[in-house]
């Protein structure tokens, strides 16, 4: 028999103060920009100095968000640790690389180097919290969290493991977010926060973040919810998403009026955001929608963060106002569904259920 | 040699990404690895480099490297003694 896979903690570093867990976006950080960094914790509670001159952003975030995922799971160690990355430490890749340019392939460090692979964070977390068990990193573009879920989940159900790391993240490097702007990925003007999901031009405003969870088969002191299922699908027509959907809710004995609330990764694009608006208007009409990604920026692991609101609702009965993206109120949460796609492709489906 | 001396702090600084770490904080003749600024096998390359990087010197023998980054001292008497 499958057992159940529950959320017993999380832990976040993300555009907003979510590193504080006290705290459920009470205090927003608006901008007025195309890229949004983080708001940056204190790392030297976390991490030794000597430790952290040499780690990149996108490893330190992770050791906050990891950590205190860890510290609210009462958990010094787990059975495995999986990370999703789009680009893993692509600072210090981007780095590395510079220096072979700038010095004539003449003189190269170690340092950018040691640091710059996908799997760095995954490995880090294990080396510091001494776990010797399986260690994998999805890098799958903006399903790589929901790999990382997926493979969690199916360890959980068989009981290969019974308590798992799991997380999400991505930084955010000058290089890579020039390549995407010249492409017109990133939005060409800078837009405020309250305007970004209407601001009916193409591309995105481009965050970053990192998001870490303890999957468990037992339920904890601190469960958040459980996961029940989730799909991935890298290339869905359009006009195939609606039947999609209900088929998801249906193969989990699930009808569209079962789900309290729907997450959406609508990111202000113009281009993509009509794959949500259209549901919006139709399959979802008298479901409450809610959105994210004004609040997080957009990035290969930025459902992490429609992740963690959705744990905060069960966990708080709280539906800020940020959030709402109609005027249908969730009263009681019981099930939320989150869906993403990101221009058109990589779509995911995440059901999770208050227990 | 005190102009290089300061000059090689605020390398060390930089290169070795020593955050918390002012050029007033260590003392020329501080033990740059171990005990005193804490280096390590990991520094000592990017230290070969920057002495071939910077100064023209290329350390033939890696083993060297042990005396010449004692401390500032060292280092700087080594730099002044072979710089290209």
């Keep these: 028999m499958k057992k159940e896979v529950y959320i017993n903690s999380i832990g976040s570093v993300s555009v907003q103060k979510t590193f504080d867990s006290t705290q459920f976006l009470e205090d927003i950080v608006t901008y007025n920009d195309t890229t949004l960094k983080v708001v940056d914790p204190n790392y030297k509670e976390y991490i030794p100095p000597a430790a952290a001159r040499r780690m990149a952003k996108g490893i330190k975030m992770s050791a906050v968000s990891s950590k205190n995922a860890m510290k609210e799971a009462g958990l010094q160690n787990v059975d495995a640790i999986i990370v999703g990355t789009g680009l893993g430490c692509l600072g210090d890749s981007e780095k590395f690389v510079s220096d072979i340019i700038k010095n004539d392939e003449q003189y190269l460090t170690p340092t950018r180097f040691i640091q710059s692979s996908h799997n760095t964070v995954a490995g880090s977390i294990a080396l510091d919290m001494g776990c010797k068990g399986y260690n994998f990193t999805y890098v799958n573009t903006s399903i790589s969290f929901e790999s990382s879920l997926w493979d969690a989940k199916l360890q959980l159900q068989a009981n290969e493991a019974t308590h798992i790391l799991v997380g999400g993240v991505d930084e955010m490097v000058d290089h890579h977010v020039d390549t995407h702007r010249f492409i017109g990925h990133v939005k060409d003007k800078p837009v405020a926060m309250e305007e970004v999901l209407s601001s009916h031009t193409k591309g995105a405003v481009i965050g970053e973040g990192s998001h870490f969870f303890v999957l468990s088969n037992k339920k904890g002191k601190s469960t958040y919810s459980k996961l029940t299922a989730l799909n991935i699908y890298n290339t869905l027509k359009k006009e195939n998403i609606a039947e999609v959907i209900t088929g998801f809710l249906k193969d989990n004995h699930l009808l569209l009026k079962d789900i309290d609330g729907v997450i959406l990764g609508n990111n202000g694009d113009i281009e993509y955001d009509h794959f949500y608006t259209d549901l919006c208007s139709s399959i979802f009409e008298n479901t409450p929608q809610l959105v994210f990604k004004h609040l997080s920026g957009e990035f290969d692991t930025a459902t992490g963060f429609g992740f963690w609101l959705a744990n905060k609702i069960f966990k708080t009965g709280i539906v800020p106002e940020i959030v709402k993206l109609n005027d249908k109120n969730i009263t009681e949460p019981k099930r939320l569904l989150l869906y993403n796609q990101y221009r058109g492709r990589n779509h995911s489906l995440v059901l999770l259920e208050k227990c | ?84």
């Design chain 2, 1 to 84: 040699m005190s102009n290089l001396k300061l000059e090689l702090k605020e390398k060390i600084i930089e290169q070795l990404n020593l955050e918390d770490v002012s050029v007033d904080e260590i003392a020329d003749n501080d033990p740059l690895f171990g005990d005193g600024l804490g280096l390590d096998s990991i520094d000592a390359l990017e230290l070969i480099v920057m002495l071939d990087k910077d100064y023209g010197i290329k350390l033939a023998d890696p083993k060297e490297g042990r005396k010449i980054f004692e401390s500032i001292d060292t280092m700087a008497a080594y730099i002044s003694a072979n710089k290209a």
